[in-house]
């Protein structure tokens, strides 16, 4: 009986490790291209909690692909519900991206949302790509 109960711990102790394992692991995003914006060589993960704050980690290259119409182009991230962060890149340049998003009532975060933008002012709408939603 005891020996049963060992293995029974044992394989649970395992299998807690290989999920922490997978949670930490880098995943490659999908290219983002609206009109005037490409984020590529994308990647993020989601941290087990006690590393980075739990966070969800990205990072990739932004870049203004259409740099002759004086637009800007940022990031949007949302975690966990909350509201859009925004991070901008520079107009005629390819900006290299690494942040980290979380919710600091929780211990990690599993629920994290991602866009990239062109701003075309404040009279017209900004463009932006399909919003990708991640889970770990």
């Given at each position: ?80 519900g909350h509201d859009w962060v925004r991070y901008n890149g520079k107009q005629r340049q390819t900006v290299f991206m690494h942040h980290l998003n979380w919710d600091g009532a929780q211990q990690y975060t599993d ?26």
């Amino acid at each position: 009986m005891k020996t049963a109960m060992v293995g029974v711990v044992a394989a649970g102790v395992f299998l807690a490790g290989a999920g922490t394992a997978m949670a930490g692991s880098w995943h490659d995003l999908p290219q983002m291209t609206p009109t005037g914006v490409t984020f590529d060589r994308g990647q993020y993960r989601f941290n087990a909690a006690g590393q980075n704050r739990g966070a969800f980690e990205w990072t990739g290259h932004l870049r203004d692909a259409s740099a002759s119409d004086g637009h800007n182009v940022y990031m949007q991230v949302r975690v966990e519900g909350h509201d859009w962060v925004r991070y901008n890149g520079k107009q005629r340049q390819t900006v290299f991206m690494h942040h980290l998003n979380w919710d600091g009532a929780q211990q990690y975060t599993d629920d994290a949302d991602l866009r990239a933008c062109r701003d075309r002012g404040s009279l017209r709408p900004d463009n932006c790509s399909f919003t990708n939603h991640f889970k770990p």
